[in-house]
Structures are given as C-alpha cells and as structure tokens.
C-alpha cells in the first residue's frame, strides 16, 4: 500500500492542489486569500508517507506542502524570496522550488539540512541507478569493520557484557559495509542521496523505536531484532521510492534555494535578499530537544562523533527545552501574558519537573524575538510573516505561545498581527497527559 501508484498521486494532486497558477505557466496572477483548513493536520506527517519529497523521511512536525503552497497563494502576487528559518524536513524548500520561487532555509540540525539539501539537489534518475549498480556490486567485496563504527556511543552496537544495544553486531557490521561504499561515492549530491536513504531506515532497522519522548527500546526487543536481510530490504524499498521522485520531478524548475547549517537565532543576520513571506514553526516549548529524537541518525551517519559535538548542537538549538544548562534571559518586549505566565510558573517551581522551567519558557521567547527581529528587518513592505506555533503546559500553566508571541510582535512595531487557532494537540504524558493543546497561526505585517 506504501507505494501505491494510485494513492500517491493522488495524495501529490491533493497536496498541489492549491499551487498557484504560476506553478506550470510561470507567470504572475493574482491568487485567492490564504483560507487556512480548519482542523487539517498543518504541522503533522499525515499523509506524508505518500507525499513525493515528504516520503524521504518521516519527520512527524514537517508541514504539509499545501500548508505553505497555501500560505505562499494568500500573498496575492508571486513572491521572489521565501524564507524559513526552522528548516525541518525542507518542506517549505521544497515547495518553493517546486513552485519556481527562490529560497532560504536554515537548519540546526545537519543530518536535517542535509535531507534538505538532498531533496532540492540536480539529481536525475540515470545517474542515481548508475551509482546503485556500483554500490551493489561494491557491497558484496566491501569488509564489514566494526571499525568505521568505533565513534559510537557504548549503548549502539551489541557486545559482550552489555545488557542492551540499539543493533545487533552483525546489523552493526552490515551498516558499517553501507558507510564505507557510501563514503566512497565521488558525485557529492549522489553520496548525500545514499546517506539519507540509509538515514530513512535506521531506526526501522533497530531495537529501539523513537518519539517525542525520546528513544525506547521495543517490546520484546531481545527475541524481535533486526537482521541484516531487513536493512537491506528497508534500504532497497526506500531508495526506490526516493528515487520515483527524483525521476518524476527531474524537469522541475530549479529556482535558487540556499540551505544554511545553522542556527537561526545568528544565522539569518548573514541573509541579505529580501523575502516576500517568512514562514515557519519552530520546535514548540514542550522540553523535547530535536537533538534527542535525531540521535541515531546523527551518530550513525558521523554528523555528531563525540559527546562534545552533541552538546555543541544542543547549544545551538533554539532554548525550547532542558537538556542543557545554559544562561536563560528573557525577551526585552513586553507581553503581559509572558509576565503572568512567568510569575504563575514560578509560584509553582517546587511542583516542576525541572526548577529551571520558568527560566527556559522566557528564554524560548527570548530566541524568538531574535528570530522575529531578523525577519522584521528582511521583510519587504508588501509581505509576511506566517508562524505555527503550539502551547505547552507545565504545572497547570498553559504557555500561550500565539498570545505571547502577538504582544512581542505589537511591541516590535509589527503592523498588523492576527492570530488564530487551527488545531487542538494531545499534550504529551510528561505535560500532564490527556489536555488538549492549541496550534495557531500568528500572521504578522509591517
Ligand atoms: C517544527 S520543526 C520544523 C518543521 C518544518 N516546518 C518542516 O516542514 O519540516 C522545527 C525545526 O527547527 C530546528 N531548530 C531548532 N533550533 C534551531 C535553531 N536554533 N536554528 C535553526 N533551526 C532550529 C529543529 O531541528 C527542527 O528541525
């Protein structure tokens, strides 16, 4: 069913619906107003799984391609430059490119900007099924040395006196076999492709099973684990169905899309060209660190090699958790709704899971005035800034991020600032369980 023809195409059609005119004449029209849907999942995978270029990877926050399609229409003209400071999946790079407009998108995380990068590089069909023939035949006479894993972590690979391991020895060893032909491929584009198909299935092809919550391992994992024959079957299915995309969309025009590696918070100081429309949503504050829920990948694919450089991209990674300890300063517009929220969170510091809650929620505000104060300055007049935001709730205080987020924007002379809700959450057990939380759009002008 994953590969239905049928289904595919028409979940693509349904997703690209929307698209403006311009998508096949490349020219200009005026457009209907950006009507968001109403309980559609903006900011959830749904659907994703037969979605071309959302399927390379799931990545369960990605926006659906008709979200931004429909956020890039209600502009009424046809914008130059598209930005999204919170990458992710790349769906608004995606989009864009495929609608002709220029790009730029940033990403902390670089096994992330790498499958960015992967869906909007110049690949075409021919050259990625001549570099499968050569990988396969270079498979079979390639050594499986442990060796090319030693950077791991002592929990990854199955050993003696271990009482747990994320994949058996000889799946370690077969990976290992994965990463050395996959460092052996000279064309960059075609060695990112590999990387992120193997990327797509590493977690499949493990003991453990990830979610917001962080890792676990599976229910009767020990007499359940994967073998060497499952990597290459996962590995095998998931490169057709990257593939089918980069073949169907070989002839898509090939507007400009910048990727940065980095953090938005600094990073959008170097962008210079103007955007008609900023558009993202950011890690909510809910504690979860993306660092966490990427672990495997990050690791397994060499972005992270030691213990440092994952602390080092924690660091970098916007203050909307507590995995590390870092200086917590807040905003310096006013909200009194951030006022409030502060002073009831940290009444209730001795009931908080983590006393430095209260510090962290004013500084994840904090690190979105950063971002809002870039796109301020790179908006052009005529444009927008478009968030999907989410609540989160800690102690009984429900952080209300639309709200909170509006009375900065108003504070920081943002002209016309609209919020609205478009969704209702399931808070997650650490949040207090079974709650409901809000999604919004907050829409700002100059
Ligand atoms: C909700 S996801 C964005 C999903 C995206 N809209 C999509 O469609 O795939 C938020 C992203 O922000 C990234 N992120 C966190 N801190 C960041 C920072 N300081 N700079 C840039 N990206 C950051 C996370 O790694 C995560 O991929």
Redesign the pocket.
């Known amino acids: 069913m994953r590969n239905s023809a049928e289904l595919y195409l028409q979940t693509l059609q349904k997703h690209f619906a929307q698209a403006p005119q311009w998508f096949s004449s490349g020219l200009s029209h005026p457009v209907t107003p950006f009507v968001p849907a109403t309980g559609a999942a903006l900011?959830t995978y749904q659907g994703g799984q037969y979605t071309a270029f959302q399927r390379w990877f799931h990545?369960k926050?990605?926006?659906s391609p008709e979200f931004?399609s429909a956020a890039i229409a209600s502009l009424g003209y046809r914008p130059s430059h598209v930005i999204?400071?919170?990458?992710?999946?790349?769906?608004?790079a995606i989009t864009s490119q495929l609608l002709s407009i220029n790009a730029t998108t940033?990403?902390?995380?670089p096994f992330?900007a790498d499958v960015i990068k992967a869906k909007l590089s110049p690949l075409t069909g021919e050259k990625l099924l001549s570099a499968a023939i050569d990988f396969q035949a270079q498979l079979q006479d390639t050594p499986a040395d442990l060796a090319r894993l030693a950077h791991l972590p002592a929990t990854f690979i199955e050993d003696e006196g271990k009482d747990r391991w994320i994949f058996p020895r000889d799946v370690a060893r077969r990976l290992a076999q994965y990463l050395t032909c996959i460092d052996a491929i000279e064309d960059i584009d075609v060695q990112r492709f590999f990387r992120i198909v193997l990327g797509a299935v590493l977690v499949d092809c493990s003991n453990v099973y990830v979610n917001g919550k962080g890792r676990r391992y599976r229910g009767a994992w020990r007499l359940n684990q994967p073998v060497p024959e499952k990597l290459d079957l996962h590995f095998g299915q998931q490169f057709n169905t990257s593939f089918e995309d980069v073949m169907r969309f070989e002839q898509r025009p090939r507007s400009r899309v910048t990727v940065i590696n980095?953090?938005?918070?600094t990073?959008l100081q170097e962008v210079q060209e103007k955007a008609d429309l900023v558009v993202?949503?950011?890690?909510?504050p809910n504690s979860f660190d993306?660092?966490d829920i990427?672990n495997v990948e990050l690791w397994v694919l060499g972005y992270i090699e030691s213990s440092r450089d994952n602390l080092t991209l924690r660091n970098?990674?916007?203050r909307?958790h507590v995995q590390v300890r870092r200086s917590y300063e807040g905003p310096k517009g006013k909200s009194k709704k951030l006022s409030s929220v502060l002073d009831l969170l940290g009444s209730r510091r001795d009931t908080l899971w983590d006393s430095t809650i209260p510090e962290m929620v004013g500084a994840y505000f904090h690190?979105l005035e950063l971002v809002l104060e870039q796109s301020q300055r790179l908006l052009e007049s005529t444009g927008r800034v478009m968030m999907?935001v989410g609540d989160s709730r800690y102690a009984n205080v429900r952080i209300e991020v639309a709200t909170i987020l509006a009375e900065l924007a108003e504070s920081m002379g943002f002209g016309r600032v609209t919020t609205r809700e478009v969704r209702q959450m399931r808070a997650s057990a650490q949040q207090g369980g079974s709650f409901q939380l809000a999604e919004s759009i907050v829409e700002l002008t100059l």
């Open positions: 900011t990545f926050e990605a926006f931004v999204d400071p919170f990458g992710g999946s790349g769906t608004s940033v990403e902390v995380n992330l980095g953090d938005s918070r990073a993202f949503s950011p890690p909510y993306y660092t990427y970098k990674t916007l909307s690190d999907v």
